[in-house]
T-cell receptor, first 117, second 111 residues
């Protein structure tokens, strides 16, 4: 079974608008971490935001926020005030195990976001 | 701030040749991970090292091996290269379970 599911292969958003990228996950481990990475066309993987399974509040980092709904097993990324430079592939990823652990990441298939001027 | 360093950035090899990719993690990070990302695919975990010992093993072919040295840099050795090994190879490092920071990647092309 797919551990991370990103159902939107591609998304378009108008510049300055907000956009939500969907991510659902599957794990039986009570401890896990959820990550979002941005991959521009140049190829590098840029860490955006992290949410731990025991975190009470949704994570926020500047224009990025994570809409964490634990019961639904979803961790959607919200980008506010989209900019042309946000056009990229976005990956949702999960690490199973406690925060102190160093287990590898499992990635979703990604969502390609295109910001339109 | 220091980032993960990978070398070389680009590599072109013939089938059946060998390749060695190098990774220098962020200072004081104790874990190094290697991922392979094929064209149009998501990154797939290959192998990781914690404090110079192999920690986890993913879908790494037997033709590949890796190690972490005393100075914490890591090398991924790939032998008998196949066309399907053409991919972007990432090294990432973390301190414990903190976020993994990725290097710029090595783009390997096998002809």
């Amino acid at each position: 079974a797919q551990k991370i599911t990103q159902t939107q292969p591609g998304m378009f958003v108008q510049e300055k608008e907000a956009v939500t990228l969907d991510c659902t996950y599957d794990t039986s481990d009570p401890s896990y971490g959820l990550f979002w990475y941005k991959q521009p066309s140049s190829g590098e993987m840029i860490f955006l935001i992290y949410q731990g399974s025991y975190d009470q509040q949704n994570a926020t980092e500047g224009r990025y926020s994570l809409n964490f709904q634990k019961a639904r097993k979803s961790a959607n990324l919200v980008i506010s005030a989209s900019q042309l430079g946000d056009s990229a592939m976005y990956f949702c990823a999960m690490r199973e195990g406690p925060d102190s652990g160093n287990t590898p990441l499992v990635f979703g298939k990604g969502t390609r976001l295109s910001v339109i001027a | 701030a220091a980032g993960v360093i990978q070398s070389p950035r680009h590599l072109i090899k013939e089938k059946r040749e060998t390749a060695t990719l190098k990774c220098y993690p962020i200072p004081r990070h104790d874990t190094v991970y290697w991922y392979q990302q094929g064209p149009g695919q998501d990154p797939q975990f290959l192998i990781s090292f914690y404090e110079k010992m192999q920690s986890d093993k993913g879908s790494i072919p037997d033709r590949f091996s890796a190690q972490q040295f005393s100075d914490y840099h890591s090398e991924l050795n790939m032998s008998s290269l196949e066309l399907g090994d053409s991919a972007l190879y990432f090294c990432a490092s973390s301190r414990g379970g903190d976020e993994q920071f990725f290097g710029p990647g090595t783009r390997l092309t096998v002809l």
